[in-house]
């Protein structure tokens, strides 16, 4: 009987927490995360980072982080869901030619081309339709009132990785200064997402190469992952862990087994809202915490990409390691946070500086 009692609470837990993307909490997937602990252990830094400084725009702009902040503050406090939105905008935008802002830009008619359908960019691709246009919103926010006061200086990159750490701050996260120098990519190629971004079922083979690629280890890939503390996926990440795990018409066996039952009856196989979401973290979805590391241990993990690192050797010590200590975490989590912002990084004449995020110059 107590056994029940327990599986029925945790089933009301997730249901309550499972939300519409037009209710009040508005919630989509956060980041889809990736990198290794301590700077140099096990990562490979990638050729193409340039530098970036804490006092890029001390004379042009120095109250950048003030003005951004007052933005993400109130968004935070109004929309929390602009939160994730945001972070999971930094890393989508990050994975996909380096973090120029080209996730932001909106397709537009080709030039010359009367009555030409809009030429594709890395927001038309399936592993990006599902991004928040809140989160996009928050970020055109955040640059119209950094134009207001230092018109022309600015980059949308850079107001990007602010408010992405400003809301890792804000939800209980660790404060971390952010380098800043990065110019915005003048264009956005539809054709480069494919291949450069995890997926939900990936396996620890798949997500190494990718990060890998991007000059990321494997303690990146645990760290970054920790992003998931917050945050919402739609049922049709995980639908396959539910019903058909590898083509057994079974649950996958790894998952909780009074997870499966609560998450069957938010994401029925067939008939479901395609707009429902599920929190990542059942035990403390809106708190930047290490929970998701112990969830994990308890097979508790969302998606089959993040249940992976707790099965798989090698990942499994920097999940435990992590999961045990939320300051390593946050200390990793920064480390790994700095590293991702500097890939590819555009200077000079290689990019532009946008004056509205969605629209190349």
């Not at 109004?78 to 989508?92: E, I």
């Not at 691709?125 to 055109?140: A, I, K, S």
């Not at 018409?249 to 609560?262: E, H, S, T, Y």
């Amino acid at each position: 009987m107590a056994s029940s009692r327990g599986v029925v609470r945790f089933r009301r837990l997730v249901l309550l927490l499972v939300v519409s993307l037009g209710g009040a909490c508005r919630a989509r997937e956060a980041p889809l995360p990736p990198a290794r602990i301590a700077a140099g252990a096990g990562s490979r830094r990638a050729p193409e980072r340039h530098g970036l400084s804490l006092d890029f725009y001390a004379r042009s702009c120095p109250a950048v982080e003030h003005i951004v902040g007052n933005v993400t503050a109130a968004r935070f406090r109004d929309h929390p869901a602009s939160g994730p939105a945001v972070l999971r905008l930094f890393y989508h935008d990050c994975f996909v030619e380096g973090c120029d802002a080209s996730i932001l830009i909106a397709p537009t008619a080709k030039a010359g081309a009367a009555g030409a359908r809009p030429a594709a960019v890395e927001r038309d691709m399936e592993e990006n339709r599902n991004l928040p246009q809140y989160g996009f919103d928050t970020v055109e926010m955040a640059k119209a009132a950094v134009e207001r006061k230092c018109p022309g200086v600015v980059t949308c990159a850079d107001v990007l990785a602010l408010a992405a750490r400003d809301f890792v701050q804000l939800a209980g996260g660790p404060h971390y200064e952010v380098k800043k120098g990065r110019k915005d990519s003048k264009v956005s190629l539809a054709g480069k997402v494919r291949g450069s971004l995890p997926r939900a079922n990936s396996t620890v083979d798949e997500l190494l190469r990718v990060f890998a690629g991007k000059g990321l280890g494997a303690g990146d890939l645990v760290a970054l992952s920790g992003a998931h503390t917050i945050g919402f996926a739609h049922c049709a990440h995980f639908l396959g862990r539910l019903y058909d795990f590898r083509g057994t018409r079974q649950a996958d066996p790894f998952m909780d087994a009074r997870l499966v039952k609560a998450l069957r009856m938010a994401c029925p196989s067939t008939g479901g809202s395609a707009r429902a979401v599920v929190p990542f973290d059942v035990s403390t979805p809106f708190q930047f915490d290490h929970a998701y590391y112990g969830n994990l241990q308890a097979r508790l993990g969302l998606l089959g990409s993040d249940q992976a690192l707790f099965l798989d050797a090698r990942t499994r010590p920097l999940v435990l390691e992590l999961g045990a200590d939320k300051a390593r975490f946050f200390k990793a989590f920064v480390a790994s946070m700095d590293r991702m912002g500097s890939i590819r990084v555009k200077k000079g004449k290689k990019g532009e500086v946008r004056k509205i995020c969605s629209q190349h110059l």
